[in-house]
């Protein structure tokens, strides 16, 4: 079964500056997806971004990019200039097998202090 | 274009009640999810639907929980009866359509409190 690691329960960062949150997986499948999701207090789940594994270019999307290692199964997100608004409980999600089966991580507390 | 839609937001209920909670999934995703997200904890998938029918539902409950996707749109989660260790929110996605089904949209999630 794939496990998802999130060995950071809570990070803090101050606001302008950069901060990045770490996640492992357990996997034996070569084909699969790794999302990271935001969760503001008493919000929604929201996509942050996608990263395909057959893809050795890291995804980007705006302030937010990761550094996804394959061999080491590890797959990190990276914010920059961090905003007030980045505050949210951030998951790590793995995503493979016929069915697409998300496994999250216990997620990451971020707090961002002006 | 209109996310996932989840109803109620909240719902108290005392022990051995019943609950439903309804799921409209973004149009045109044919695949709808259930999850179950604990306080502190990341959401558990309960059950998968592809269309009406159900992929996985390995960690449902089923001696307490039930879902059905009619016409293979909306869904509906039930709980009867509810135990203390049902508080948790409900979370509802969907994929499918131009994104590929590897990724998933979340509704508001029904944050449900057994006393």
């Known amino acids: 079964a794939q496990t998802v690691t999130q060995s950071q329960p809570e990070m803090s960062v101050q606001e302008a500056e950069t901060v990045t949150l770490s996640c492992t997986y357990d996997?034996?499948?070569?084909?699969?997806?790794l999302f990271w999701y935001k969760q503001p207090p008493s919000r929604q789940m929201i996509l942050v971004i996608r990263?395909?594994?057959?893809?050795?270019q890291n995804a980007t999307e705006n302030r937010f990019s990761v550094n996804f290692q394959k061999a080491a199964k590890s797959f990190s997100l990276k914010i920059s200039d961090s905003q007030l608004g980045d505050a949210a409980m951030y998951f790590c999600?793995?995503?493979?097998?016929?069915?697409?089966?998300?496994?999250f991580g216990k997620g990451t507390l971020l707090t961002v202090n002006p | 274009e209109a996310g996932v839609a989840q109803s109620p937001r909240y719902k108290i209920i005392e022990k051995r009640q019943s609950v439903a909670f309804w799921c409209n999934p973004i149009?045109?995703?044919?695949?709808l999810y259930w999850y179950q997200q604990i306080l502190g904890q990341g959401p558990k998938l309960l059950i998968q639907?592809?269309?009406?029918?159900?992929?996985?539902d390995s960690q449902l409950p089923k001696d307490r929980f039930s879902a059905e996707r009619l016409k293979g749109v909306d869904s509906t989660l039930k709980i009867q009866p509810a135990k203390l260790e049902d508080s948790a929110v409900y979370l509802c996605?969907?994929?499918?359509?131009?994104?590929?089904?590897?990724?998933?949209?979340f509704g508001p999630g029904t944050r449900l409190t057994v006393l």
């Open positions: 996605a969907s994929s499918g359509g131009g994104q590929g089904e590897d990724t998933q949209y």
């Open positions: 996997t034996s499948e070569s084909d699969y997806y």
């Open positions: 990263q395909e594994a057959y893809k050795q």
């Open positions: 999600a793995y995503c493979g097998g016929s069915n697409y089966k998300l496994t």
């Open positions: 149009s045109g995703h044919a695949t």
């Open positions: 639907f592809q269309n009406n029918g159900v992929v996985d």
